[in-house]
C-alpha cells in the first residue's frame, strides 16, 4: 500500500463577479517572476490571464496550470448565462495550440506556483476588489513525486526539438563555459 502523507491544498477562489478587468494581478506577477524580482514587467510573461471583454461584460481571470505536450483531441466552448466564450476559454494548460502561459520569447512553459516564498500570492494582495482571496487547507494522500519545474522545461524542449539536439546543444555550451 502506498505511503500516507500530509499535503497542503493551496486554493485560489475566483470572484469573475467582481473583477473589473484592471489587470493588475498580471502587472505583479510578470514583475515578480523578473529576473532579477521587479526588475521588468510584461503581462505576457504572466501567470495568471484575464479573458477580458467589457464590451460583453466579461472578465475572468485564469491561472496557469500544467505543461501538455500534445492538444486535447477536441476543443470546449462554453456559453454561460447568454454569455459566449472562446474556445478554450477556461483551460490552465500551456498548450501547443495557443500562446498563453508560455515565455513570449522561448515558448517555454509558464505554470502559478502561488507565489512559493510569500505569504499570500501577490495577484491576491494586489486585487484591490476581492475577485482573488486564497485559502489553504491540509489533506491526507498517497505519496507521490512532483515534476520539478525545470524538468517540464526540459520536457518542453525536448518535445519541441528532439533529445538528440538538446544534448549536442548542452554538449556545446558545456564546452564553452
Ligand atoms: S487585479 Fe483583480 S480586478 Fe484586476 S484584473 Fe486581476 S482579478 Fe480582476
Ligand atoms: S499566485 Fe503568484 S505566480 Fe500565481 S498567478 Fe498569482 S502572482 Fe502569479
Redesign the pocket.
Known sequence: MAEKTKKIIKTLKIDVN?????????VICSAFHAEPKYSSNNPARSR?R?IRDPFRDI?V?VYAGEYTPAECAGRDKYMIDGKEYDECSFCRASCPSRPEFKEPDSGLPLKCDMCEGEDEPL?VK????D??TYEEREEEVDEQEEQEEMEVSLEALANKYGLQKMMETFARMAQKD
Open positions: 467582481k473583477c473589473n478587468g484592471c489587470r493588475a494581478c498580471e495568471i484575464i472578465f481571470p495577484c494586489w486585487c484591490l476588489v475577485a482573488l
